[in-house]
C-alpha cells in the first residue's frame, strides 16, 4: 500500500508551508490542485510583531515512486523583513523600503535592526517565491510498509526584496525521508540541507535540519493526524537555531477532495510565534 509523501522536508513550507506538510492518505497517480491559505504572527527578534497572510495554488504530480509539485504564493503582510527563507519564515534583513536590518552581527541591541515603524494595515502585497519540490521513492517494502524517499527543493526569488516580502536569492534543498508504518501508525524521520541566498544586508548560515514525525489514520484512512517536529543547525550567528512544532489534521471528504488544518508553534526567537493554515486538494 502506498502512500504519497506530502510531508516535504522544507516544512517550514514549513513549516513551513505548513499547508504542504501535512500526512497524506492513500495516493492517487495523476495530478492534483490545491488552494490553501496560511497566517502567521510573531516578533521575530524585531521590536514589532508581523502579520502575514499566504495564499497558496498548487499543483501536484504524483507518478509511480515519483511526485513533483510547485506552489505559487500570494503575500499579504503589515510590515516587510520577513519571508520565505529556505522554505522556513525567517527575517529577510530588509523591512519598510529604506529601513534595513542588520542582522550581520546577530546583535538584537543594533538600531538598525529594530522596525521603528508601527504598521497595522496589510499594505505589503505582492507575489511571493514561487517553489518547486520533487521526491523519489528509491526504496519500498510492501511487506514491512518500510520505505526511503530522496527530496529536492527549489525556490525561485519572485518576491519583491524592495517590499520586504523575499530576499531576492535562490534557495535549494535535498533531504532524505525514511517512514515506517505499523497498522494505522506511521512514523518518519526526515535529514536534509538547505543552500541559501544571501542578500545584501543578512548573512545566512546553511543549515542541517532533522525533522521527525508521528502520524495515525482513522476510518480506513478517511481521518489522520500529524505530530511533526523540526528543527535546524543556527542559520543566523547570534540568533537561536530554528525551531517548529506542528499537528496536522485531514479529512478525506470524497474520493476527489481532502481538507487539510495544521497549526505550528515557534520553539524559537526568529521564528513565527504561530501559524495557522487551511487547505482544499482535489485530485484529478
Known amino acids: 500500500m502506498r502512500h504519497k509523501n506530502k510531508l516535504l522536508p522544507f516544512a517550514l513550507y514549513i513549516v ?24 502567521s504572527g510573531g516578533n521575530y527578534s524585531y521590536n514589532n510583531s508581523s502579520k502575514i497572510f499566504y495564499f497558496y495554488g498548487e499543483a501536484s504530480y504524483q507518478k509511480n515512486n515519483w511526485s513533483f509539485n510547485v506552489s505559487v504564493p500570494v503575500v499579504a503582510q503589515n510590515a516587510g523583513g520577513v519571508g520565505q ?20 552581527t546577530g546583535n538584537e541591541n543594533n538600531s538598525n535592526f529594530m522596525n521603528n515603524h508601527s504598521m497595522s494595515s496589510f499594505n505589503h502585497f505582492g507575489l511571493g517565491d514561487i517553489s518547486l519540490y520533487g521526491s523519489y521513492n528509491i526504496f519500498e517494502d510492501n511487506a514491512s510498509l518500510f520505505s526511503l524517499s530522496l527530496n529536492s527543493f527549489f525556490k525561485i526569488p519572485t518576491a519583491s526584496y524592495s517590499l520586504g516580502l523575499g530576499t531576492g536569492k535562490f534557495d535549494l534543498g535535498i533531504s532524505a525521508t525514511i517512514r515506517k508504518m505499523l497498522d494505522s501508525y506511521i512514523g518518519f524521520l526526515d535529514l536534509g540541507y538547505i543552500e541559501i541566498g544571501d542578500p545584501p544586508n543578512i548573512k545566512y548560515n546553511n543549515p542541517l535540519s532533522i525533522g521527525l514525525g508521528l502520524g495515525k489514520f482513522f476510518d480506513e484512512g478517511n481521518y489522520s493526524l500529524l505530530l511533526y517536529y523540526q528543527a535546524y543547525t543556527k542559520i543566523i550567528d547570534g ?33 513565527s510565534n504561530f501559524s495557522f493554515s487551511s487547505g482544499l486538494e482535489w485530485n484529478l
Do not use: C, R
Not at 85 to 104: Q, S
Not at 248 to 255: A, D, H, L, T, V
Open 16 to 39: 513551513i508551508t505548513l499547508t504542504s506538510s501535512s500526512l497524506k492518505n492513500y495516493a492517487q497517480e495523476g495530478w492534483s490542485l490545491k488552494a490553501s491559505l496560511q497566517f
Open 85 to 104: 527563507v529556505g522554505g522556513m519564515m525567517l527575517p529577510n534583513g530588509n523591512n519598510d523600503e529604506d529601513n534595513h536590518y542588520n542582522m550581520m
Open 239 to 271: 540568533y537561536p537555531a530554528p525551531q517548529l512544532l506542528s499537528l496536522g489534521f485531514n479529512y478525506k471528504i470524497n474520493s476527489s477532495l481532502t481538507l487539510s488544518l495544521i497549526g505550528a508553534a515557534g520553539l524559537s526567537k526568529i521564528t
